[in-house]
């Protein structure tokens, strides 16, 4: 499709958050201290220092869970997509030179300096799997990520959608630089090529033809 139209952590179900130990371990000492100054048996004291040890614990446990679920908040991308099919320019095949994909990876297109070629993520509410190896003029200087489908009919079906993406694999701004760069007479090429430079400053500026 050469025309046109952001990490989850792993799962903390059932852990314990994380805890600062340096301010646990403050806090436990610090406990242990005042216990020992009461004037009263040590077995009640021992009672008293494992009691305010318990409550230390659970208070820095309560502190961080909010804290937690944020930062798993942040890493959840919410990005726009739409959709295309093979009746548009570049038909079958995608801008690496392959063929278009609905199978265990689908395609996907987007700006390549904003989602480099080979970035692969998981859309959340269907479960799919889709890899970046397609772009689009509409998309460029976008965050929008075009979906591929097999048909106009699933095309129109997925219309516009805002969705939560996971990214599985980071792509490379490198390779997307390289295979753009013999296509730089292309007006619409070039703002991604000045963006992906700036990307990879100290990358070679001339590249070797691709092996097939």
């Known amino acids: 499709m050469l025309s046109g139209a952001g990490l989850k952590t792993g799962s903390t179900t059932g852990a314990w958050p994380e805890i ?3 301010l646990l371990n403050t806090s436990v000492t610090a406990n242990y201290t005042a216990a020992r ?3 009263l048996p040590n077995a009640m004291k021992h009672a008293i220092y494992t009691g305010l040890s318990l409550v230390v614990i659970i208070c820095l446990a309560g502190c961080t869970t909010p804290q937690t679920a944020a930062v798993r908040a942040k890493l959840s991308n919410i990005v726009r997509t739409t959709a ?4 548009e320019p570049g038909g079958h095949h995608d801008a690496c030179g392959g063929i278009l994909s ?6 996907a297109a987007a700006d390549w300096s904003r989602y480099p070629v080979g970035t692969r993520f998981e859309i959340e509410e269907t479960g799919e799997v889709c890899e970046i190896d397609d772009y689009g003029s509409a ?11 097999d048909s106009r009919r699933d095309m129109r079906t997925w219309g516009v959608r805002m969705v939560h993406i ?4 980071w792509g490379s701004p490198r390779r997307s630089l390289e295979i753009l760069a013999p296509r730089a007479r292309n007006a ?12 990879t400053k100290g990358a070679p500026t001339r590249f070797h033809r691709l092996q097939s």
């Open 20 to 22: 600062d130990k340096k």
């Open 37 to 39: 100054a009461l004037p």
């Open 84 to 87: 295309y099919t093979c009746t």
């Open 102 to 107: 609905t199978g265990a990876i689908h395609s």
């Open 139 to 149: 998309l460029i200087g976008t965050d929008t990520i075009d979906l591929y489908k």
């Open 166 to 169: 996971k990214i599985l694999v």
């Open 188 to 199: 619409q090429v070039r703002p991604m090529i000045a963006a992906l430079r700036e990307q």
